[in-house]
């Protein structure tokens, strides 16, 4: 994938990191989900579709056997990793591998669409039609998005160690920007602060999960970055905490 405006048009491919993906990436806290609940994500006899599912995170922390629940994502890869985890876990969900401006859904079927940590890749004006072919009247439209706080110590350390092997990375830049977008009239949006916990393997994980690091280097220059964050990890104890910034977005169509 090559976006005008991300990474200054660097090439980017989240389906060579979607082993990463599923096991690093579901780091949600608590009160996410207890929020996308209040505003009716999951709730029964409703159907609700993850825009960019990817590894189906949102869809299996808010499973509900009574809503219908569809996945869609443009990484058959991620799917792939989504769709093992509902067979063994026995949840009913449908994935579907598709792009979220060209879903082939069918219109007027959702009560709730969500879009977690992907929205700025969609095409906007797309979306804007498509989000509303498949709302229900009155359905809800919400966009998620969690990011480091630039603040921290250790995720400011290790974001200086992605740009000094990729410069063009710009981080939660184009994710920011969106955060406030009147995509349709009436938009509310919360924020809350939450420290994430982790290990080095994990943090070192979820830096392999993000879009700067394994999903756009080359092979020679990803080994170097990954050899030179396990060293920068050995400073810091077994398990900490990394802050971050939790975001939601929502309008009542």
């Keep these: ?17 979607a082993s990463a993906y599923a096991e690093y990436r579901d780091i949600y806290p608590k009160e996410l989900y207890d929020r996308l609940r209040c505003l009716g994500v999951g709730a029964n006899g409703t159907a609700w579709l993850d825009l960019g599912t990817g590894t189906g995170v949102l869809p299996k922390n808010l499973y509900n056997e009574n809503c219908e629940i569809t996945g869609a994502d443009i990484s058959a890869e991620q799917i792939a990793f989504a769709r093992k985890e509902a067979a063994e876990s026995g949840k009913r969900i449908h994935y579907i591998t598709a792009s979220a401006e060209n ?92 420290d994430i916990p982790f290990t080095a393997e994990s943090w070192h994980g979820r830096m392999i999960a993000c879009r700067g690091t394994l999903a756009s280097m080359d092979a020679a220059t990803f ?15 077994g398990s900490f905490t990394v802050g971050h910034k939790v975001y939601i977005s929502y309008y009542t169509l």
């Excluded at 005008?4 to 990191?17: A, E, H, L, Q, V």
């Excluded at 969690?146 to 200086?160: G, L, P, T, V």
């Excluded at 080994?223 to 104890?237: D, F, G, I």
């Design 103 to 194: 879903t082939g859904l069918e219109s007027n079927s959702f009560d709730v669409i969500t879009a977690a940590q992907c929205f700025w890749y969609f095409n906007r004006e797309k979306m804007k039609d498509e989000i509303a072919r498949m709302l229900k009247p009155g359905g809800k439209f919400i966009k998620v998005f969690m990011n480091w706080d630039f603040d921290d110590r250790i995720a400011a350390e290790s974001i200086a160690l992605v740009k000094r092997f990729n410069s063009g990375w710009n981080s939660g830049r184009n994710a920011h920007e969106d955060l406030y977008d009147d995509l349709f009239p009436g938009r509310v949006t919360e924020e809350f602060y939450a």
């Design 1 to 17: 994938m090559k976006i005008n405006g991300i990474d200054g048009g660097t090439s980017f491919d989240f389906g060579k990191t």
């Design 223 to 237: 080994e170097k970055w990954e050899s030179a964050h396990r060293e920068m990890l050995k400073k810091y104890p």
